[in-house]
DNA sequence: CCGGATAATGACAACGTTGTCATTATCCGG
DNA sequence: CCGGATAATGACAACGTTGTCATTATCCGG
C-alpha cells in the first residue's frame, strides 16, 4: 500500500540508506545512482513519510495560533502560511484559542500543543503576537516563534517579527480625507488589546497635527473591531446635528457597521458623510458604495512570517546563516474607491 | 526533556510494556502496579507521543481536504471540525486544493497528503465530496473518508455522508418570493460542479411547478458561485424592461454581486426587486439592505462529519459498533430579511 | 602498477511507541 | 502439596526514517 525508502532501494538495486541520501539531497551520491533512485522513486511515487522522520527528531511541523474571531483575515493568513509550508515540505497544525481567554491560559494551551504535537515552531498573528507577557515566556520556555504585529518601526526582536506599519497608512488615509477638504473626521477605533488599534489612531492623529486640524475629544470614539461594533458608534455619533463629515473606521467590518448606521439614519455614502475602511476585506470590494480601504497583502506577510521561522528553524542547526532581516516591514497601501468624496 | 515511556518505567520499577498498558487502560495489569504506574506517569507528567503511535499505525490524525474558495465557508467548517478533533484528542491536517485541477490531480494530491502525513482519515466537502471519479477512487485506494453533500435524500453511502436538503430549502425561499406574489422569478445558478447548484435549481423548479408558474428559459441564468459572476448576470438580466421582479441567486455571493448590479442600473431592492441569497453569511447580515437567505449550520455540521469519520475509524478496529445513520441529514433554515418584498 | 588517500556505499542502531510471543507468577482442583 | 491451567509481566521486533560508523570502490602520485 504504503511505498517505503526500502522498496524504492530495491527497485533500485541500492541500499536504503542511499535512497535516503538522495531524498534529502545529501551529496557524496554517484551521478548513475542518483538517477537510477530518482526513477525508481517517480515510478514508485515515493514520498518520504513525515511521522518517521519526526520520531527522528526531523519535525517538520509548524502550528499557527490564532485568537482572532476575523475569519477573512485568519483564512487569508492560512493560507500564505500553508503555501509557504507546502513548499518547504513543513506540516501545519492549526490552533484557534478562544479570544476571550487570558494571557495565562492562552499561553498553557499553546505548551500543551507544542508539546502534544511536537510542534518545532510558531507563527503568532495579532493580538496574541503583541501580548508581552505571553510572548515573553514562550521565550522563556525555549519555544521557538516568529509573530506578525503593527509597528511602525523594527521591533527589538526584528529577527523573527513582521512588522506592519499601520500608522503611516492610515496617516496617508486620514491626509487623502484632509486633502478632499475634511476636517471633521471621526476615527472609530479597533480593540485595545490589538496593536493597530494604537497605530492607526497615531497615524490619524499625526496627520490631523500636521494638518492644524484640531481633534475634538469626542471625535474619537473607541470600541471593538466588529461590524456591530461599528454600528452602534455609527447610530451615536450620526444622529447629530454636529456629526462629521467623515468617518475613519479601524477596519472594514467597523466601516460596515457605520455604513449601515448610515443607512438606517437616512445619510447618504458618500454624497453626505465619507467612511473609510482598513484592510481589503471582500466587503469594502462588494459593498455599495465601496469603501476606500488599506490593502494588507496578509498572505504574502503570513508566508513571509512562515518563511522566516523554517529558516529560523533550520538555521539553529546549522548557524552563521541567519536572516539579515533587513526587510520585515510592509507599509498597506491604500485604495480610494467610492466611499470617499468631498464634503458638500 | 521530553519524558518517555521508558523513564515512567524505570520510576515505577517495572517493564516498560507495563507502563504502556496502563497507559493505553489494557487490562491484564495488578491493581497495585498500575497504582504505582499511574504515581510515576503523574510525577514525571508524562504524555505519550503522538509521533511514535503514529508511526505504529495508530494515527489520531484526520486531513481536511477543500477546493472551495469560498473563505467564509472554509472558516466555519475547519472551526467545527477543530473543535470535534480537539474533544476527541486527534490533530488536523489542513489542505486545501486547487480548484481549477483536474479530478486526477486532485486525488493524486489527496493520495500523497495521506501518505505523507500518515492521515487516517479524511473530511471532504464539496465539491470535491461530490466528485464521483475522485469518491470512488478513493475508496477502491482503502482511503476512510467521511463526506459532505448536497442531496434531498439518503445517499447510498449514507453512513459516511452528511447530507444537505437545499432542495426543499431552495423550495422554501421559492415559495416565499411566490407567497410574495412575485412570479417572474430569475435563478441565478452555482458553478455546475457543485452539486448544491443544482439541487437548489430543483427547488426552485418544483416550487415553480407547483404554483403553476410557467418558467421562461431566460429566467435561468448559469454561472459561478462569486460575486463578479453575480454582478455580470445582474448587469444583463436587470438592463430590459422585461426584467424580473425578484432573483433567487444560489448562494449569498451571487446576491451580493447581483445587488451590486442593480444598485449600478439605479434599480432600488427590495422595492423594485426582490434578492435572495443562500448560506447566511456575515455579508447577508451587513449588506443594505440585509438579505433573505438560508442558514446552514456549517460548522455543527462539519463537526458531525468529523464525528462520523472518528467513530468509523474506531470501529474498525473493533466492528459492530457502526454508526446507524438515522440522523445524517440537514435542513438549511429560511431566514427572512429585508431583501425581499412584495412586487409594486 | 602499487598503496595510501579519499570518495561512495552500506550495515546497523536509534527515535518512542505497540504487537507478538515467551517467560514467570499465581491459582486451583485433586 | 503437586501439576496443569491461566493470569501477569517482560523481551524483543517492528513502524520508516536519519545518523554513525564501517566497508568497499575509486583515484592518483610516485
Known sequence: MKVTIKEVAELAGVSFKTVSRVVNEEDGVKTELRERVQQAIKKLNYQPNITARRLRGKSATIGFIYNNPNSNYVITMLHGILATCRENRYELVVHPCDSKSSADETYDEIVALTQRSSVA????????????????????????????????????????????????????????????????????????????SEERLDGYKAAMRDNNIPIESNLIV?????????????????????????????????????????????????????????????????SWPSLTTAKQPNDEIAGHATQLLIDLLSSSSKPGDAEKAHNHGYLPEMIVRESSLPPR
Chains 1, 2 share one sequence.
Do not use: W
Open 121 to 196: 515552531g510558531l507563527v503568532l498573528t495579532p493580538p496574541i503576537s503583541e501580548n508581552f507577557e505571553i510572548i515573553s515566556k514562550l521565550e522563556k520556555a525555549g519555544i521557538k516563534f516568529t509573530r506578525i504585529v503593527s509597528s511602525s518601526e523594527p521591533p527589538k526582536d526584528v529577527e523573527r517579527t513582521i512588522y506592519i506599519d499601520d500608522r503611516r497608512a492610515a496617516y496617508q488615509i486620514t491626509e487623502h480625507l484632509i486633502n478632499q477638504k475634511h476636517r471633521a473626521i471621526s476615527f472609530f477605533n479597533g480593540d485595545p488589546e490589538h496593536h493597530s
Open 222 to 286: 473607541s470600541g471593538e473591531y466588529t461590524f456591530e461594533s461599528g454600528m452602534q458608534r455609527g447610530k451615536t455619533t450620526l444622529d447629530s446635528d454636529s456629526r462629521p463629515t467623515a468617518i475613519f473606521a479601524c477596519n472594514d467590518e467597523i466601516a460596515a457597521g457605520t455604513l449601515f448606521a448610515a443607512r438606517m439614519l437616512g445619510i447618504n455614502v458618500p454624497e453626505q458623510l465619507s467612511i473609510v475602511g482598513f484592510e481589503d476585506s471582500p466587503f469594502s470590494r462588494q
